[in-house]
C-alpha cells in the first residue's frame, strides 16, 4: 500500500548526481502498469530543485503546495536545502498538513472565509502559532474576528499586497486582479485595523507578481514583436513593483514589526530575491515543469510529472484514439491549457476535439507507428492539477520505480 511518507529510496537518493529518466527509462520502470497513471521522475524533480535553489541567491524559497500536491514529496522537498516552510492553498490543507508534521510553518496563500476551519484554527494554540492567514480588506477582517471570537490564542495574518502593473492612472491593468491593496498607504491602514484587533497579529506582507512569474517570455506561438512586447512591460512592471512593495513594507513596518516578506514565483525568483524588501519567496511549479514552463529565456527546468494513456482505437491512417485525456488546466481557455503529448514525438491533439472527457483522438505521422495497448506519454499544462487526476504517484529512479506515494486525492482529500 502506498506510504504517506517519502521513502527511503526517495530521502537517500540525492548523493550521486541527479539524472532525469528518458522514455525508455520510463517505459522500462512502468512496464507493469496499466495506464492512466502518472509518474515523477526523481532525477528531473531533483534537478529542478537544485537549479530553484540557485536562482533564488540564498533567500529561502517557501514551497507553494498547490503545485505539488503530495505530502511525500512536499516532505522530500522541505528536507532538501533551500525550501523552508508551505504556502498552502486553503486553511483546511493548512491544519492537515500541520497536524502532520509539529514543526512545519505554513502560510496560507489565499484569504478564507471557511469560518469552521477558522474556528478550529483560533482554538489549538499551537496551530494557531504555525498557520498564518491572509487578508486584504477590512471586511476580511470582521469576517476572521466574528469566526475566532473574543478569546483565545492569536491568530497570525498576512496582508495581501496586490503585485500588478497600473498604467495611465490605474485605466490600465497588467497583472492578477487579486487585492485592492495596491499603494502603501492602503497596507498600512489595514496593518492598523490588524493591530486594533486584541486577537490578531500581524506576521507578514505578501505579494504575487503573476504578470511576471506565471507568463513566459519566450512564446513561440507569439510574433516577435509580441515577446519584445512582454518582455518590456514584465521588466516595467518589476522596476515598478520594487519600488512599491519596498515602500509597502516600510509603511507597515511603522505600524508593527513584520517577520517576513513573501514574494516572487517560479518564473520571477532571479529578480524577486534581489529586492533586499523581500526575505523568502514562494514558489513550486518548477519542481515538477509542466508544458506552461517551457516559454521563459532565464531558466530551464526539466520536465518530471507525466501521465500515461493507452491507445484504444486507430480511427484512420495518421491518428489514433487514447482512453482520457481530458485533463485540461485552469485559467483563460486556451489551446496551451490541454495537456501536451510529448512520447512518441510527432503527435498532436486535434483543434476541432481538443482533449475529451472519456477519449482524445491524436494525429501526426507517430500514429501509424501504435497499435491498441501501446501507450501514448503527456505532460500536464500545470504543475499540482495533475495530482487531482490520480491517487498515486510514481517515483522513477532511472528505470526502476522506487516508491508509490499517494496524492492529496489519494489520501481523500479533496480542498477545492
Not at 92 to 112: K, M, Q, R, S
Not at 282 to 301: E, I, T
Not at 363 to 378: E, H, I, K, Q, S
Not at 389 to 416: I, Q, S
Request: glycine content about 10%; aromatic content about 4%; charged content about 20%.
Amino acid at each position: 500500500m502506498a506510504s504517506a511518507r517519502p521513502a527511503d529510496a526517495v530521502a537517500t537518493a540525492a548523493a550521486p548526481a541527479p539524472r532525469p529518466a528518458g522514455f525508455a527509462d520510463l517505459e522500462k520502470a512502468t512496464a507493469g502498469l496499466q495506464p492512466p497513471f502518472a509518474v515523477v521522475d526523481l532525477g528531473a524533480l531533483r534537478a529542478n530543485a537544485a537549479q530553484m535553489t540557485r536562482r533564488a541567491g540564498g533567500k529561502p524559497i517557501r514551497l507553494a503546495s498547490k503545485s505539488l500536491r503530495c505530502r511525500a514529496l512536499i516532505d522530500t522537498v522541505l528536507a532538501g536545502p533551500g525550501f523552508s516552510g508551505v504556502l498552502a492553498f486553503t486553511l483546511p490543507e493548512a491544519l492537515w498538513l500541520a497536524a502532520h508534521d509539529p514543526a512545519l510553518d505554513v502560510l496560507v496563500g489565499y484569504p478564507t472565509a471557511d469560518t469552521d476551519a477558522l474556528g478550529r484554527l483560533a482554538a489549538d494554540e499551537d496551530a494557531a502559532a504555525r498557520i498564518t492567514v491572509m487578508v486584504d480588506s477590512a471586511e476580511q477582517l470582521d469576517l476572521l474576528t466574528a469566526a475566532i471570537g473574543p478569546s483565545g490564542p492569536p491568530v497570525r495574518v498576512c496582508l495581501d499586497l496586490d503585485a500588478s502593473l497600473r498604467l495611465l492612472g490605474g485605466r490600465v491593468h497588467l497583472g492578477m486582479r487579486r487585492s485592492p491593496l495596491h499603494a502603501p498607504a492602503q497596507a498600512a491602514a489595514l496593518a492598523r485595523a490588524v493591530v486594533a484587533r486584541p486577537r490578531l497579529r500581524l506576521a507578514g506582507v505578501m505579494a504575487y507578481e503573476g504578470q511576471i512569474a506565471g507568463v513566459g517570455d519566450d512564446q513561440p506561438t507569439q510574433a516577435r514583436p509580441m515577446r519584445t512586447a512582454v518582455r518590456a512591460v514584465q521588466r516595467l512592471s518589476a522596476r515598478e513593483l520594487r519600488a512599491r512593495r519596498a515602500a509597502a513594507v516600510r509603511a507597515v513596518r511603522e505600524v508593527a514589526p513584520l517577520e517576513f516578506v513573501n514574494g516572487g514565483g517560479t518564473g520571477s525568483l532571479e529578480t524577486t530575491s534581489a529586492e533586499p524588501a523581500v526575505t523568502e519567496l514562494g514558489a513550486g511549479s518548477g519542481l515538477y515543469a509542466p508544458a506552461l514552463f517551457d516559454h521563459y529565456r532565464g531558466f530551464s527546468p526539466l520536465p518530471a510529472a507525466f501521465f500515461a494513456l493507452a491507445v484504444v482505437r486507430r480511427p484512420a491512417p495518421g491518428h489514433v484514439t487514447v482512453l482520457g485525456g481530458g485533463w485540461t488546466a485552469s485559467g483563460a481557455p486556451g489551446p496551451d491549457r490541454l495537456p501536451v503529448p510529448v512520447h512518441p514525438a510527432g503527435l498532436r491533439v486535434l483543434a476541432a476535439e481538443g482533449a475529451g472527457e472519456v477519449q482524445t483522438p491524436l494525429a501526426g505521422p507517430a500514429a501509424d507507428t501504435l497499435r491498441c495497448g501501446d501507450r501514448v506519454w503527456f505532460r500536464h499544462a500545470k504543475a499540482g492539477e495533475l495530482c487531482e487526476r490520480v491517487d498515486t504517484l510514481h517515483l522513477v529512479e532511472h528505470d526502476r520505480v522506487v516508491d508509490e506515494v499517494p496524492t492529496y486525492r489519494g489520501e481523500g482529500m479533496a480542498f477545492l
